[in-house]
């Protein structure tokens, strides 16, 4: 039954992937076909994230409504409903009333499932899981790229995802019982006492507000590489598009390759351990970025950044019942997660203001100001926790 139970995690990791890659990788040709600017991709990206962030901030009352299992069966089953509904849609204000199901279903799974894993099994699942959400997400685009060379239209790649997402809400509800049964073993879970905790609780807990801010910075970070990457190749490198947007991929490939080695390293090094690793990681990115040399240095650099980034977000997560407490570790992993989203929103967009007002060649240092930020803040919380 644990192996089922963790098998079907794994899947719902992956299949949480697949979306989240497909409208950038659509949207050239959805928006020609809508008559809208380019830059309305944006309004889609911006109502999904508010979604993603109101429904993390309500999984711990959902959660102890409706348990963990349920929590997941129902989010995927609304991303599947939103992922057909993109696929029958012609017109673009019809594509953001669905995309209000679409964020809405994404939130709450996020953190449910990442509550229920750092509970329940031990820190390199989180990090393979997180590896396979990588894995979904790199394979979303091929999908997408088929049906477009197919003859299918962008309409036939979310259908496919649709299908794959409803086969896998099919496969939740009849887990139910798994989910049932393996919540016995915790008490957080299943004693029925404890009431769901307001925003304002949850940020008057000691070392919340540090570890919120540290997530937030960890997202940013993640983001703003992944995002300016290929920009900082081409404009700042003098390297061609095409070349330095397969330079931008080497980072999302290094986060999921880090994240497979992650899960191994974690059986000899605790949370803490792995998150310094990264941050050390990331640091010596950055410093390579910043040496005035090729671009194959700074490739190099960017690898270093993406491997440094694949402990982090796992290890933050499965380390907060140990810190917080296995009560209370759902509710702060929901405003986490809020936090992750609120930082991957508005993050990247403002190095885009500094790269237009002044250089795109600062993306070093921008990455190293948060990074600063994110290990003080860290090493903060891992003080007030340990005092506690």
């Known amino acids: 039954m644990y192996q089922l139970l963790i098998a079907i995690i794994y899947l719902a990791f992956i299949s949480l992937g697949l979306p989240d890659s497909m409208l950038g990788a659509a949207w050239p040709?959805?928006?020609?076909?809508?008559?809208?600017?380019?830059s309305y991709a944006g309004i889609l990206s911006a109502i999904i994230a508010a979604g993603t962030i109101i429904s993390?901030?309500?999984?711990d009352r959902l959660t102890l409504k409706l348990g963990t299992g349920k929590v997941t069966a129902i989010s995927v089953a609304m991303t599947a409903a939103a992922l057909f509904g993109f696929s029958v849609t012609h017109n673009f204000w019809l594509l953001c009333l669905w995309a209000v199901p679409y964020g809405l279903g994404g939130g709450s799974v996020d953190a449910s499932l990442n509550n229920y894993v750092a509970l329940h099994y031990e820190s390199r699942h989180m990090s393979w899981l997180h590896c396979m959400w990588g894995v979904g997400a790199a394979t979303g685009p091929y999908i997408m790229g088929y049906a477009l060379t197919g003859g299918l239209g962008w309409n036939g790649g979310y259908r496919i995802i649709s299908i794959i997402q409803i086969g896998l809400t099919i496969i939740l509800f009849l887990s139910?019982?798994?989910?049932?049964?393996?919540?016995?073993?915790?008490?957080?879970?299943n004693d029925g006492k404890r009431k769901p905790m307001a925003l304002k609780e949850v940020v008057k807990i000691r070392g919340t507000k540090e570890v919120f801010i540290c997530f937030f910075c960890y997202c940013a970070i993640e983001q703003t590489a992944g995002l300016w990457a290929s920009s900082y190749m081409n404009l700042y490198k003098n390297i061609s598009v095409e070349k330095a947007a397969g330079f931008a991929s080497m980072f999302f490939i290094g986060i999921t390759v880090g994240r497979a080695v992650s899960g191994f390293l974690t059986m000899k090094l605790s949370d803490q351990s792995m998150i310094r690793l990264g941050q050390a990681l990331i640091l010596l990115g950055i410093v390579v970025m910043l040496i005035?040399?090729?671009a194959y240095l700074s490739l190099a650099g960017l690898i270093m950044i993406g491997l440094g980034c694949a402990p982090i977000y796992p290890c933050i997560i499965h380390s907060t019942p140990a810190?917080?407490?296995?009560?209370?570790?759902q509710a702060v992993i929901g405003v986490q997660m809020a936090f992750a989203y609120v930082g991957t929103l508005a993050m990247p967009p403002f190095f885009g203001v500094i790269a237009n007002k002044i250089n795109v060649s600062l993306l070093p240092v921008y990455l190293f100001l948060l990074l600063v930020l994110m290990v003080v803040m860290h090493?903060?919380?891992n003080k007030v926790t340990a005092e506690k």
């Open 29 to 38: 040709d959805m928006y020609t076909e809508f008559g809208v600017p380019l």
């Open 56 to 59: 993390s901030l309500q999984s």
């Open 176 to 189: 139910l019982p798994l989910w049932k049964k393996r919540n016995l073993d915790s008490s957080a879970e």
């Open 292 to 294: 005035p040399a090729g």
């Open 323 to 329: 810190h917080f407490g296995e009560d209370k570790s």
């Open 379 to 381: 090493e903060k919380l």
